[in-house]
């Protein structure tokens, strides 16, 4: 599907960079903003979306540790990913000047990406962390607030009737974040066209079976893209020796692995055959076609 007539949720108001990840993976899809990562994927298992498209890593900032969490908990598919460039800028209400700002608000990621910049634009403002980007944009439409700017899309500034006071203020041109598009349903795994698969295991026997797991892929020559631990959330410490009375004691780990393989593909299935008997707990997250679009830094419409 072309993403016509699709609903697909989001997080964030309209000017969102989720929002523009949504577009790109969906052309002319219904948009619809959910104010937690949560709530989008309660839209898709309630039927009020076909699809949820959610941030999981930028390249700068790392994981979006939530939305691991909360593929766990849900029992969404990932059926394909998005990276989008991220291109901030500062803005303000028109006639706001630079130097009598005296906060800057975002998103604690954007303000990080743009730490060493606002240094120099504007060293006298005190950052403040909101919960998105383009939701400071519209606080600040919505308050008239004359001393406060944020960092967000140029998009967002159209929306929301501010000016761009400063354009691609990131520190680093190649910032990207990667989105994963969740539905109710998995998709059929093709080997027509490169696929990258997503599961996610533990053990009762700690962290050692861990280079088991990566032997797998390595001896079937599966690259991995991408390796995330999380603490188990039910059982998130275990005691070595019960006699020691709980000194000796190590944190319990849900693993996620991200490998360059379709699940339609004899090494993957053989592969998953053999890390399913070195764990006590298997799933596969989802099987879906690797998002090929070539890479460029420069600002593209965002």
């Not at 969490?69 to 706001?96: M, N």
């Not at 990621?109 to 944009?137: F, I, S, W």
């Not at 599966?222 to 039910?234: A, D, F, G, M, V």
Request: with cysteine; aromatic share 8%; proline share 5%.
């Amino acid at each position: 599907m072309h993403g016509s007539q699709l609903r697909v949720a989001y997080q964030g108001v309209p000017g969102a960079y989720s929002e523009a990840a949504a577009g790109k993976a969906y052309p002319n899809c219904e948009a619809i903003p959910c104010d937690q990562f949560e709530v989008a994927f309660q839209a898709v298992e309630l039927w009020i979306a076909d699809r949820a498209v959610l941030p999981v890593e930028n390249s700068l900032g790392g994981s979006i540790h939530r939305n691991y969490d909360l593929l766990l908990r849900h029992r969404l598919h990932i059926v394909g990913e998005v990276q989008l460039p991220v291109h901030h800028c500062l803005l303000a209400l028109p006639g706001t000047r630079m130097e009598y700002l005296s906060r800057v608000i975002s998103h604690p990621q954007a303000l990080a990406q743009c730490e060493h910049t606002l240094t120099k634009l504007c060293p006298q403002a005190a950052r403040e962390a909101v919960d998105d980007t383009a939701g400071a944009a519209e606080y600040i439409a919505a308050n008239n607030l004359r001393d406060t700017a944020a960092i967000a899309s140029a998009r967002a500034a159209e929306l929301y009737g501010l000016q761009v006071l400063a354009d691609g203020i990131q520190d680093d041109s190649s910032n990207v974040t990667r989105f994963v598009m969740l539905a109710r349903e998995p998709i059929i795994p093709r080997t027509d066209r490169p696929f990258k698969t997503s599961i996610v295991f533990a053990h009762d026997k700690g962290t050692s079976v861990l280079f088991k797991v990566l032997s797998a892929f390595a001896f079937r020559n599966i690259s991995l893209t991408k390796i995330e631990s999380r603490p188990h959330r039910n059982r998130p410490i275990r005691l070595v020796d019960d006699a020691n009375v709980g000194t000796a004691k190590h944190f319990e780990y849900m693993f996620y692995i991200d490998f360059e393989a379709s699940l339609a593909e004899v090494r993957a299935q053989n592969a998953l055959a053999e890390v399913q008997e070195f764990t006590s707990f298997l799933r596969v997250l989802g099987s879906y076609p690797m998002d090929m679009t070539p890479w460029c830094p420069s600002r593209g419409d965002q």
